[in-house]
């Protein structure tokens, strides 16, 4: 038998599998349209097969993979903006039902967790995708910025004009409130 | 902190925020993963995947089998108690099983990526054309196999995990002297759930910690997979 040269290692499956929950909230995040948020997870994943190399083994695999979803996403964005003028992939009302809350809420209401789903699918993609990563995802600025390509200063300043917009639209109720709540 | 009132109430406002955020987002994380999304995070196919093909072809052949060993197994299990099994296989398989589906990160030596490279160096090592069943159909995905040593023989082992992380082994190996064809038999090995067989001179086990009806069914499933590839890969 031949050797073949060795191929680029291939990516731990497990681990892709164990991602995907938070690929796919990542996605629907940026697109705010559950169809096609599976969408781009799949590019995503055909892109980070094809991109394996790029990938330092045993470095965070889902901040990478966030990256190249990023990627992605802005680059379907400017297709899109090429194809379609005056079409905003941040308006409001875009895919209204990937922000509908999925079932379980916890300390808030059910209603005023509605709500403030709303309120981040109408912050613009820019700030909502930061938003996720800083608060949900809890990535370091440091991260982020080497995730979306940006400056560490655009980083906070995005995430601060974010949690402004959601203050003054959600009146997040007092720590002494939270545990009345039910 | 505890001095400044005001920064005090603007920290609390912003955990508030991130608490309200992570609890309105988090249960997104627990819905069900898209069958096409666990297919997306196995390496591509370089070229058309044959296998679909062929086993359409053979689709009625293995099913027909798959009706035999279930008939078979209802019927023989009580008289198969205990004769060609060494009563030590099942206890190995689990093993083996427990031993590298509960390594998170290094339950293989070659990954699915690479399966073609995987079968070909195990057919080698065993000594026949050995075959990693394609389960996806039944939401396991092939994670990648390795070579272990067995009592006397060395044995293949697949590993498969669905998108609940389950994990689920195949073994197979050949006896050092032929032994009679079994049905299905079941075996609980210290919490590890084995369905085991021999047929054309092969042991299989198939292990994994799920209830003993889905594990039959997959086994099932492998059986009708194996027994196509078997006929179209005679030793």
């Known amino acids: ?182 | 902190m505890a001095r400044d009132p005001a920064l005090a109430a603007r920290v609390a406002e912003l955990r508030a925020q991130n608490a309200a955020l992570r609890d309105a987002l988090d249960p997104w994380l627990g819905e069900a993963l898209p069958d096409r999304l666990v297919a997306a995070t196995a390496a591509p196919a370089r070229g058309a995947r044959r296998f679909p093909q062929w086993l359409g072809l053979t689709a009625a052949a293995a099913a027909s089998l798959v009706i035999g060993v279930g008939l078979g197994w209802f019927g023989r299990d009580a008289s198969l108690q205990h004769d060609g099994m060494p009563t030590t296989f099942t206890r190995q398989a689990a093993l083996v099983h427990t031993l590298y589906a509960g390594d998170v990160n290094r339950p293989v030596e070659i990954w699915a990526a690479e399966e073609k490279r995987l079968v070909t160096w195990l057919s080698k090592r065993l000594g026949f054309p050995v075959h990693a069943p394609d389960l996806n159909g039944v939401g396991f995905a092939l994670v990648g196999g390795r070579l272990v040593a067995g009592n006397e023989m060395p044995t293949a082992l697949f590993v498969y995990e669905n998108a609940d992380k389950q994990r689920l082994t195949l073994q197979v190996r050949k006896p050092p002297t032929p032994v009679e064809e079994t049905a299905f038999r079941y075996a609980l090995e210290n919490g590890v759930g084995v369905y085991y067989w021999i047929e054309e001179d092969c042991t299989y086990a198939l292990s994994g910690n799920l209830d003993r009806t889905q594990l039959l069914s997959i086994g099932r499933v492998v059986y009708g997979q194996l027994a196509a590839f078997e006929a179209a890969h005679p030793k």
């Open chain 1, 1 to 182: 038998m031949t050797a073949s040269p060795p191929a680029d290692p291939p990516l731990p499956q497990p681990d892709l599998i164990a991602a995907l929950p938070r690929l796919r909230r990542y996605a629907r995040v940026l697109t705010g349209d559950a169809a096609r948020a599976d969408d781009l997870v799949q590019e995503a994943l055909a892109r980070a097969w094809e991109k394996r190399r790029l990938w330092a083994a045993g470095s965070d695999l889902r901040a990478w993979l966030f990256t190249i979803m990023h990627n992605v996403f802005v680059n379907q964005r400017v297709l899109a903006r090429h194809e379609r003028q005056h079409v905003s992939l941040d308006a409001e009302g875009d895919g209204q039902e990937a922000w509908q809350l999925p079932v379980r809420a916890m300390q808030y209401t059910r209603v005023e967790l509605m709500e403030l789903v709303q309120h981040v699918g109408r912050l613009p993609v820019e700030q909502r995708e930061v938003l996720l990563l800083a608060v949900v995802e809890e990535l370091r600025y440091e991260e982020i910025a080497a995730v979306l390509n940006i400056p560490v200063g655009t980083v906070m300043s995005r995430l601060s004009r974010a949690r402004e917009k959601l203050r003054a639209a959600f009146a997040v109720p007092s720590s002494s409130s939270l545990k009345v709540v039910k």
